[in-house]
């Protein structure tokens, strides 16, 4: 007993367990963002008292500095009269604690992480690193470790090909593509040539179709017919030529103004022409175009900025360092476009429209009437172009078009770096000072949306709002580090998404324990690989690949594929006589069958078959598509004639096999890239003795019913 005791008081004093620094931007500012915000932000009418928590100023009225027993917060949360109860919100004892040890702390205030440019971080120390592929990998699984998380093994090679080639062409592997991976494993070689496919493309100009509001109508009163399919073939040609982002960015906000600029750069601005438009001869044109600035504003600043910057177009933000002025400030720089007006007469506007040779005469021989049905109707693509005399900007009174009050020069949100002084001002200085390498958020949005595009899930959930009210990061430094290698590669998307998709975090499997599971259901600690639901265009161009019914054109005007009948018509019900000719009228031959992303979009009516997989209607910019699971969706798979000719193409290629199970088989790996397990193999079995009985006289018809069945799997619908 006494040398045990010697021994103790012979020990070095154990230092006390020292408490983990709690971050502002990580831990507060969420807390006082949801709860406080409302009440004590810059919408002060609304507080029971003067109290700001929104800006550190503020704050220090109601913080001492490393005494929270003294804090007149903390006073007022643990009392209960903070948030009222009134608002239906509630602190809970983490919460309070973390309010507790950050004022201990010295109640530090940081800048919103977002605006502040992202710096390399050091990669962080792993203990596992066979496992780590590519750099990204030791910061996920450095959190991992922290966790008491493992990473789960590799996926399965048949798994693994088929979830790259959604991801990279849109559409499932052949079943060469899926023998020759599992043949001799090299996921890199696969990789490149899925990156040199033509069909890389078009997957990723589904994304910036999403982004950039297109549709081949106007969307508004009539919804008249517009080709803009121009522009929507150079989205497809950019990215097939890798064009570096910064220079995509410069050319799709202002190509029109590049020095000599070519028609494909003209064409690329169009971007911003995507906007619906009304032709309607009493609406006030004002108060149109109005709406249409208001619209690229909003969508810039969504697309490049992760902003909800459109909050601030009738008052100051309520959450974030973005007051009105900014607003306009911005709008400036779309201010000064030529808008062609209801009348085609305006002495300032100039050519919006790239005519083919002849049409200028045409054109102007019409009337105004004619010359309108013209122009929202033809072979064109509309592009931007300045006015000869710009306008001015004034900030509007609660955003009304008709309530000018502050002028206002064309200029960027106080809270981000400034321009720097040679650029022009004007969208093509705009375009440049959003791909300043310097700039905090356009890297970062970026690559935040090629993560979301891979792994279902931004590192910022939400994507579209990278603001005080949407969701942190899940792993900051990596998002810095993503960031940091993306403008350093010269802005190379194909680079970016090569390091994703090689990475030991995408090669995971998606089985998951139920441990893991309860820990994490959504998979923030990517501790698995992603499985979700595909978008609707690849749940449909997947079907078709696997029926060998897809025509693989690229480009050209839209397509009018399968549709049920009267859905124009219903929403043209009670409407003026001109909505008779907007009818929809089907194609015939291999229209048909091309990929989805040539599918006509009619705003008031999206296609049926996408909408019902959450496709979005295109009025607006959509930088993250919801994701539901509803009953309606497998009316669609089972019953529209897309899908039950694609499972009557599927089965007419089974049928080419010498025996039953050959031809399960086929039919099985040509939809999931995977061969059946016996047990599978033994439901299809049985499911075709049922339907040969039910089709005695017809066995295409019995084997396109079990075609069906295996192209509705969740399986089948999913990336996995």
């Not at 002028?407 to 040679?422: D, H, I, N, R, S």
């Not at 949005?445 to 792994?455: A, D, E, G, K």
Request: aromatic letters at 8%; a positive charge.
């Amino acid at each position: 007993m006494r040398v045990a005791l010697a021994l103790l008081l012979a020990l070095p004093a154990l230092a006390p367990q020292e408490t983990p620094r709690v971050s502002f931007n990580r831990d507060i500012r969420p807390i006082l963002s949801q709860n406080c915000f409302s009440c004590h932000g810059p919408d002060r009418h609304r507080a029971d008292s003067d109290l700001r928590l929104d800006t550190r100023e503020g704050a220090l009225a109601a913080i001492v500095p490393g005494k929270p027993a003294e804090s007149e917060l903390i006073r007022r949360i643990t009392k209960g009269s903070m948030p009222p109860k009134k608002t239906g919100k509630r602190l809970d004892a983490r919460q309070v604690q973390l309010l507790r040890t950050w004022i201990e702390q010295g109640a530090e205030w940081e800048a919103p992480w977002a605006l502040t440019p992202p710096k390399r971080p050091p990669l962080p120390e792993v203990r596992d690193r066979a496992w780590v592929r590519q750099p990204l990998d030791r910061f996920i699984l450095a959190r991992l470790e922290r966790e008491g998380l493992h990473p789960s093994p590799e996926a399965d090679r048949a798994v693994l090909i088929r979830r790259l080639s959604f991801d990279l062409t849109g559409l499932p592997p052949s079943l060469e593509e899926v023998d020759a991976l599992v043949a001799d494993g090299d996921v890199e070689r696969a990789v490149d040539r899925l990156l040199a496919s033509p069909r890389y493309g078009e997957r990723m100009a589904m994304e910036w179709l999403d982004a950039a509001r297109y549709a081949d109508t106007h969307g508004l009163h009539v919804d008249s017919h517009r080709d803009m399919s121009p522009w929507r073939d150079g989205v497809i040609r950019a990215f097939n030529d890798n064009q570096p982002f910064d220079r995509f960015t410069i050319e799709q906000l202002a190509g029109d103004l590049l020095p000599n600029a070519t028609p494909a750069q003209k064409v690329a601005s169009g971007f911003n022409r995507n906007h619906m438009i009304s032709y309607q001869n009493s609406s006030i044109p004002e108060k149109v175009r109005t709406a249409y600035v208001v619209d690229r504003v909003n969508t810039t600043s969504t697309v490049w900025l992760g902003l909800t910057l459109g909050c601030a177009q009738c008052h100051d933000h309520k959450f974030d360092p973005l007051p009105q002025i900014d607003y306009y400030r911005l709008y400036a720089f779309f201010n000064t476009i030529a808008e062609k007006p209801l009348d085609g007469a305006d002495g300032n506007a100039t050519p919006l429209i790239l005519l083919e040779p002849g049409a200028e005469k045409r054109l102007a021989a019409l009337g105004k009437n004619e010359r309108r049905d013209f122009l929202s109707k033809t072979p064109n693509s509309m592009v931007m172009q300045e006015m000869a005399k710009p306008r001015e900007t004034f900030v509007l009174d609660r955003g009304e078009y008709d309530q000018p009050r502050r002028k206002v020069e064309p200029g960027t949100p106080g809270c981000l770096p400034p321009m720097a002084p040679g650029l022009p001002r004007n969208r093509l200085g705009l375009a440049q000072w959003l791909v300043d390498p310097a700039h905090p958020l356009t890297a970062r949005v970026q690559v935040n949306r090629l993560w979301q595009m891979v792994f279902g899930i931004g590192i910022v959930e939400t994507s579209d709002d990278f603001g005080a009210q949407g969701g942190g990061p899940s792993h900051p430094e990596l998002l810095d580090h993503l960031a940091v290698e993306f403008v350093e590669s010269g802005w190379d998307v194909k680079a970016m998404l090569r390091r994703l998709v090689t990475s030991a975090t995408y090669r995971q499997s998606s089985r998951v324990s139920a441990d893991v599971l309860a820990r994490d259901p959504r998979n923030r600690l990517l501790a698995r690989g992603p499985r979700f639901r595909l978008p609707a265009e690849m749940i449909r161009d997947g079907a078709l690949a696997a029926s060998g019914l897809l025509k693989e054109r690229i480009g050209g005007r839209s397509v009018f594929p399968y549709q049920p009948s009267g859905v124009w018509e219903a929403v043209a019900s009670g409407r003026p006589k001109e909505y008779t000719a907007q009818f929809y009228k089907q194609d015939q031959g291999d229209n048909l069958y091309r990929r989805s992303l040539y599918t006509f979009w009619k705003r008031l009516a999206p296609p049926p078959s996408l909408a019902a997989f959450d496709a979005p209607s295109r009025e607006v910019c959509v930088v993250r598509r919801q994701r539901t699971n509803t009953p309606l969706q497998a009316l669609v798979t089972l019953n529209d004639p897309t899908y039950l000719e694609a499972a009557r193409g599927l089965a007419t290629q089974a049928l080419q096999e010498p025996s039953d199970d050959d031809r399960l088989v086929r039919a099985f790996r040509t939809a999931l890239s995977r061969r059946p397990a016996e047990a599978e193999l033994a439901v299809l079995r049985r499911l075709l003795r049922e339907q040969r009985a039910l089709f005695a006289a017809d066995e295409l018809a019995a084997w396109t019913m079990v075609a069906s069945a295996i192209l509705n799997l969740d399986e089948s619908l999913t990336k996995g």
